[in-house]
């Protein structure tokens, strides 16, 4: 079975640019959750959805947003970009929401900001 | 917001060594995941607890569940170079994951 797949690996853009991340879930898996991580910070929960609603979401600014398509693929976006959102983004796909599920993580989408 | 402590922060040493890395949290866990993250990947669950006292053994790794459901450990028998990578802890249940900043794990041949 394929594992979670994100687009692009890597990705460079300047200050006050935006940009989209892709995630595609493993297949029949309906919550895809999205991590922000940085070296100071550590994994940082951003948002999740499942069955196209958000269910939760981080602390982060409104300049991050997402959505989640009928077939569970997800996309973010951030706009206005900032030096400190260089980071790695990770998205993860689970069955179900909630409770101690597993998480299954994709190899993430490496974002500079210059 | 629930916060996890990992330590040591860096862990560097020779193949064939024991090591233990250590999860704590000033508040009482619902269930405790560990992952580990190689480089240029995501991170991979290795185990779940979710019980006060349970230990859970992986080959090589033994993961502890403190029995008041605060602190985890993890500890890995004759470390192999392909253990090297970062050993992140991550609290589980009704919320999202909340994950501890992680210990970089460095073996040696």
């Known amino acids: 079975k394929a594992g979670v797949t994100q687009t692009p690996r890597y990705l460079i853009k300047t200050r006050g640019q935006q940009v989209t991340l892709s995630c595609s879930p493993i297949?029949?898996?309906?919550?895809v959750s999205w991590y922000q991580q940085t070296p100071g910070q550590g994994l940082q929960f951003l948002f999740e959805y499942f069955s196209e609603t958000q269910r939760n979401k981080g602390n982060f600014p409104g300049r991050f947003s997402g959505r989640q398509f009928s077939n569970s693929r997800s996309e973010m976006n951030v706009s206005t970009l900032e030096l400190g959102d260089s980071a790695l983004y990770l998205c993860?796909?689970?069955?179900?929401?909630?409770?101690?599920?597993?998480?299954?993580f994709g190899p993430g989408t490496r974002l500079t900001v210059t | 917001t629930q916060l996890l402590e990992q330590s040591p922060q860096f862990l560097s040493i020779q193949e064939g060594e024991n090591l233990t890395v250590y999860c704590n949290s000033s508040s009482v866990f619902s269930s405790l995941q560990w992952y580990r993250q190689e480089p240029g990947e995501g991170p991979v669950l290795l185990v779940t607890v979710v019980t006060g006292g349970e230990v859970k053994k992986l080959k090589r790794l033994t993961f502890q569940f403190g029995d008041a459901r605060k602190d985890s450990s993890l500890h890995i028998t004759a470390a192999q170079p392909g253990d090297t990578g970062l050993y992140l802890c991550a609290v589980s249940g009704n919320t999202p994951l909340v994950f501890g900043k992680g210990t970089r794990l460095s073996v040696i041949a």
């Open positions: 297949s029949g898996h309906r919550s």
């Open positions: 993860a796909s689970s069955w179900v929401t909630g409770g101690s599920y597993e998480q299954y």
